[in-house]
């Protein structure tokens, strides 16, 4: 049983020339089905689809999603849940599965967790290998043309919920993901360089002075949703100097 971890950027024009060697090769590919995400599991499909590698698709198990107590454990219960789901399609499929990781798996993934459960769970022996695709942070640098950092200074990167004790801890150059109804209350004199759908065809882009800009970023995020069905950004945030 083999299953290779394959980045696919942000759709069929994202996936590199090693990853679609890979995707050939695999006799099927494995992606979680989430109610509120058809959109992003069409994108897969499509992927797929320009490969030639048929989709099977699990149910992705519920997940405590409303800021639970213990934030740690509530998404280990969903990687174990996640795990069982996958380790049902390996067992009764076999072969070679490509299991497609929106963006980089290095980067708010959960795949290659989930798969080394799989393995460490020992029901049925697994290899595995991972291999890269581009993520958010760099579509949203190439689209603005900037570098992610200035010369020689780091960029921190954070989920929106750990934004605040990032800036209180003195981060003043941030990358940051997994928006959802976190804001950037506080920063308005801050430059932010901002997207939404990137590298789809919902794609928004909005630079600027937060406080000036933040209308347009609320405005181009209800476009990206209503374009796509959904919608999911990514901002650089740097202190002013
Ligand atoms: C679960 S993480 C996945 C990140 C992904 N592995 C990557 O390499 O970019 C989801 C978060 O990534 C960012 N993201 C993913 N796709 C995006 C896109 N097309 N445009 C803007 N941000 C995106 C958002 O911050 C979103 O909340």
């Given amino acids: 049983m083999r299953v290779r971890i394959l980045g696919i950027g942000m759709g069929p024009r994202h996936v590199t020339v ?10 099927y590919a494995v992606a979680v089905r989430k109610r509120d995400d058809d959109g992003l599991l069409a994108l897969r499909r499509s992927v797929c689809d320009a490969f030639g590698v048929p989709l099977v698709t699990v149910a992705d198990p519920e997940r405590d999603r409303d800021d639970p107590a213990d934030y740690p454990a509530a998404v280990a219960d969903w990687h174990e849940a996640r795990a069982v789901a996958f380790e049902r399609v390996l067992v009764e499929r076999g072969g070679t599965a490509a299991f497609l990781v ?3 798996p290095s980067l708010y993934d959960s795949t290659l967790r989930i798969v080394e459960r799989i393995a460490a769970r020992g029901r049925t022996p697994v290899e595995y290998d991972v291999l890269p695709g ?8 190439a689209r603005h043309g900037i570098v992610l950092h200035e010369v020689g200074r ?7 919920r750990r934004l605040r004790e990032a800036v209180e801890a003195g981060q003043d150059n941030l990358v940051v993901m997994l928006g959802g109804r976190h ?11 901002w997207g939404a759908n990137l590298g789809t065809a ?8 937060l406080g000036d800009v933040r209308p347009d970023i609320d405005a181009a995020r209800r476009r990206a949703r209503d374009g ?12 002013a100097s």
């Fill in 18 to 27: 090693e990853v679609a060697d890979a995707l050939r090769g695999c006799d």
């Fill in 228 to 239: 796509a069905g959904w919608v999911m950004d990514t901002a650089l945030l740097r202190r």
């Fill in 134 to 141: 581009i993520s958010a942070p760099q579509i949203l640098a």
């Fill in 202 to 209: 919902s794609e928004e882009l909005v630079a600027g002075r």
């Fill in 183 to 193: 804001g950037f209350e506080g920063l308005e004199d801050w430059t932010i360089w």
């Fill in 154 to 160: 780091p960029v921190h990167v954070t989920p929106a």
């Fill in 102 to 104: 929106w963006g980089d």
